[in-house]
């Protein structure tokens, strides 16, 4: 098991901005890929952004241009970069980490609790 612990989330005005955290704890033995996703009230899961072990990411759409996602892989922690939050954005958003556990190389997905982001006008 790897768990994950988010935090970050929060109310703000439209406009404003947020950093989430996630932080990958437990049996890891390598991380390849580390993402946020967000599920809207009456929409399903999207994906929003991931980052790879070599570097590159991938945003949605949605939020090009104004969020960034990071990471510190000394702390196996992701971070989303939210700035000029609006209305497309409020929803719970989750974090994903993708690896291999220390127990035999083990691949493994873990996700997040969910952090609610809300934006107001």
């Known amino acids: 098991q790897v768990p994950l612990v988010e935090s970050g989330g929060g109310l703000v005005q439209a406009g404003g901005s947020l950093r989430l955290s996630c932080a990958a704890s437990?049996?890891?033995?390598?991380?390849?890929?580390m993402g946020w996703y967000r599920q809207a009230p009456g929409k399903q899961r999207e994906l929003v952004a991931t980052?790879?072990?070599?570097?590159?990411?991938n945003y949605a759409d949605s939020v090009k241009g104004r969020f960034t996602i990071s990471r510190d892989n000394a702390k196996n922690t992701v971070y989303l970069q939210m700035n000029s939050l609006n209305a497309e954005d409020p929803a719970v958003y989750y974090c994903?980490?993708?690896?291999?556990?220390?127990?035999?190389?083990?691949?493994?997905?873990?996700w997040g609790q969910g952090t609610q982001v809300t934006v107001s006008s």
């Open positions: 980052s790879t072990s070599g570097g590159s990411t």
């Open positions: 437990g049996n890891i033995f390598s991380i390849n890929v």
């Open positions: 994903n980490v993708e690896g291999l556990s220390r127990s035999y190389r083990r691949p493994f997905i873990s």
